[in-house]
């Protein structure tokens, strides 16, 4: 049987994905980020799971006005980085777990989550950035030949008016959660939420951040998801920006790990390009 051995969400900012691959990571501006995530490396360097199941959102690149799924799941053998507008970021190919993607989409479907089969998917920062934080060995991050981990994405709409509830995100973890421990072939797996936290990008309110409510999120993700389940998306843009919505992405994280969690590290820098970036570790209670 699979098991879901621990959950992670951080903040994806494009910004981050540069410089690491500019190598300006230990820069006195960049290098207190990078810093914060080193335990979170070693985090999974030690759970080393077989796969990641990675919450994320494309951001006009894989998908475009023409077609928007509200949830999707990568069913590839594998995903390539995305061309931004300024070429590919210089990261290798995610390997996905088509078997276990399969899986996942007759589970969901079957459990009332009509999920979107996608079978070619190119991944933007949205997906890499994540990866490039948490897989590298200390805090420049740099690309490994190969990703230490398969990766099977799940994307959601978070760009196009009106995106998915917190609590329908937090249900689709739980949906989650129940397909992985009825897969057949013994995997450890570790879920990742990511996006956020408050940012937004343009308008009047462009540089928005609210600490105090990113603060209040990171608390209650281990406490009182049930909170946060039913925080609207007026909510959402009102204190955290237009882009804050981003973070119902870790609702489906914390829904995946069960009721009960303790967390084992959290980060929280401002600023990261326009964001306020964030990162928590949890794991299931024993
Ligand atoms: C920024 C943050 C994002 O989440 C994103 O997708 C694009 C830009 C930023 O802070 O610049
Ligand atoms: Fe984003």
Redesign the pocket.
């Known amino acids: 049987m699979a098991r879901i051995v621990g959950g992670l969400a951080t903040?994806?900012?494009?910004?981050v994905g540069a410089a690491i691959d500019l190598g300006k990571t230990q820069t006195d501006h960049w290098k207190p980020l990078f810093d914060g995530y080193v335990p979170a490396q070693e985090w999974l360097a030690r759970v080393d799971p077989d796969v990641i199941v990675l919450v994320y959102?494309d951001?006009a690149t894989a998908f475009s006005l023409e077609i928007i799924p509200t949830f999707g799941i990568g069913v590839a053998e594998n995903f390539p980085p995305a061309d931004e507008g300024w070429g590919p970021r210089p990261v290798p190919t995610v390997d996905g777990h088509a078997e276990l993607a399969w899986h996942l989409s007759e589970s969901l479907i079957l459990d009332e989550f009509d999920i979107t089969m996608i079978n070619e998917m190119p991944v933007d920062?949205?997906l890499t950035v994540p990866l490039s934080l948490t897989c590298g060995k200390d805090s420049r991050c740099e690309a490994p030949e190969q990703w230490p981990h398969r990766v099977v994405p799940i994307s959601v709409n978070v760009v196009q008016y009106p995106p998915p509830t917190g609590k329908r995100c937090y249900d689709l973890g739980r949906a989650i959660r129940k397909a992985v421990e009825a897969y057949h072939e013994d995997l450890d797996i570790v879920v990742y939420g990511t996006?956020?936290m408050s940012?937004q990008?343009h308008g009047e309110r462009a540089g928005l951040i609210n600490s105090k409510w990113d603060t209040a999120f990171l608390d209650d993700l281990t406490r009182d998801p049930e909170r946060l389940k039913s925080i609207p998306f007026l909510e959402y843009v009102r204190e955290t920006g237009a882009?804050g919505i981003?973070l119902v992405m870790w609702l489906i994280m914390r829904g995946a790990l069960g009721d009960d969690v303790s967390e084992i590290y959290r980060h929280y820098h401002i600023?990261?390009?326009?964001?306020a970036s964030g990162l928590i570790v949890l794991e299931p209670a024993a």
């Open positions: 903040s994806h900012v494009p910004a959102n951001h920062h949205g996006g956020g940012h990008l882009e981003e600023p990261a390009s326009n964001t």
